[in-house]
């Protein structure tokens, strides 16, 4: 049990972890980064004190991997590796404690698939792979233990845009079309449901786009890049559109142009 007043310093700890968060969006990396540091600070102290609460484990490696990110994306690679890695360890120790724990193997896929993107992001793309693989794998799993579940659909096809994009740094062309066609296969029924969310939208589109660009045939290609900015657009008239997702629909709309460019020349 946690008292009353662990149970405010755990409220003030997951305010922290969300206020990181909001900064980071706003692409406010030192004050997010102060955020996440204080929120791990936090969550140790009471992890420390309380050691036999899986919950503040857990709390405390979430916000390892959330620091960790954080860190990747402002260049702190060292740190990053060590915070992402220590997040692993913890939800690791968590799943062999609760092994029907769905949410502690969920978190290990993710962590895995953010040091993953910290190995793409210094260019080691074949370890890039192996852990992408490895998340995939992990999300394969729990996708059949719980169907119903679009977060595993969406993360898998995060995985396959990945595992694309080395593939395609390594030169492996018919890899990367066939990851990026799995994505927009894993995506597309998303995006068609009733009220998609805006992330399916914008993931589908990147999707598409990468695929799009890498297609031999111009017709197939015109195809999928034309499914990438409908998508977009209809975002763009709810005024919906993110950043990322204006550089997409940019992106796009070039790549559309090109082909129009070399049909004419043909």
Not at 53 to 61: I, M, Q, V
Not at 125 to 135: D, G, P
Not at 204 to 210: C, E, K, M, T
Request: proline letters at 2%; one cysteine or more.
């Amino acid at each position: 049990m946690i008292r009353r007043i662990g149970l405010t310093r755990r409220y003030l700890a997951i305010a922290d972890e969300e206020i990181g968060d909001i900064l980071l969006l706003k692409s406010d990396a030192i004050g997010a980064l102060e955020k996440f540091r204080l929120a791990v600070a936090r969550f140790r102290a009471l992890a420390t004190e309380n050691p036999e609460n899986l919950l503040l484990k857990g709390d405390l490696g979430g916000a390892l991997k959330e620091l960790g990110d954080a860190e990747r994306l402002d260049n702190e690679f060292e740190s990053g590796l060590t915070n992402l890695n220590e997040a692993l360890s913890i939800f690791g120790t968590l799943t062999k404690k609760d092994p029907n724990n769905l949410f502690w193997q969920y978190l290990t896929a993710l962590t895995q698939r953010n040091l993953g993107v910290l190995a793409a992001s210094q260019k080691r793309w074949a370890e890039a792979t192996r852990l992408e693989e490895v998340a995939e794998e992990a999300l394969i799993n729990l996708s059949r233990q719980d169907p119903s579940s679009v977060s595993f659909i969406q993360d898998l096809a995060i995985c396959d845009i990945r595992i694309g994009q080395a593939a395609e740094a390594n030169g492996d062309e018919e890899k990367a079309i066939g990851r990026f066609r799995a994505a927009s296969n894993l995506l597309e029924p998303l995006v068609n449901k009733k009220s998609p969310r805006r992330e399916w939208i914008g993931q589908f589109a990147r999707a598409s786009y990468l695929l799009g660009v890498t297609l031999h045939s111009q017709a197939e290609s015109q195809i999928v890049l034309q499914k990438g900015r409908d998508a977009l657009l209809t975002l763009e008239q709810e005024n919906f559109l993110s950043a990322v997702d204006k550089t997409t629909l940019t992106d796009i709309q070039n790549a559309l142009n090109r082909n129009k460019g070399q049909g004419a020349q043909n």
